[in-house]
Nanobody, 112 residues
Framework: QVQLVESGGGLVQPGGSLRLSCEAS????????MGWYRQAPGKQRELVAF???????NYADSVKGRFAISRDNAKKTVTLEMNNLKPEDTAVYYC??????WGQGTQVNVSS
């Protein structure tokens, strides 16, 4: 059974930084694309960043230049570094394995 466990959310002031981590219990983790998604209250879940098995990445336009996704295949983790956070980044952030499971989500609040 695939499990994804996120950590690292919290409250931060505008302009601050947070680092989200997702630990995956997946066989052959290195063969899967992994993504971070977010859902703000009253809005649909949206893609934030995605990293392919080969390491190529893509980002939502709203976070380009501020967020960075990376993966460690040996540790089976995927990380989202978030810098220059804005109030509109406030949401529940979810880790997702392409075509499969979702994590339980971690709350990010950006507020002064």
């Amino acid at each position: 059974q695939v499990q994804l466990v996120e950590s690292g959310g919290g409250l931060v002031q505008p302009g601050g930084s947070l680092r989200l981590s997702c630990e995956a219990s997946i066989n052959m983790f290195r063969m899967y694309g992994m993504g971070w998604y977010r859902q703000a209250p009253g809005k649909q879940r949206e893609l934030v960043a995605f990293i392919q098995a080969g390491g190529s990445t893509n980002y939502a336009d709203s976070v380009k230049g501020r967020f960075a996704i990376s993966r460690d295949n040996a540790k089976k983790t995927v990380t989202l570094e978030m810098n220059n956070l804005k109030p509109e980044d406030t949401a529940v952030y979810y880790c997702h394995v392409a075509g499969g499971a979702w994590g339980q989500g971690t709350q990010v609040n950006v507020s002064s």
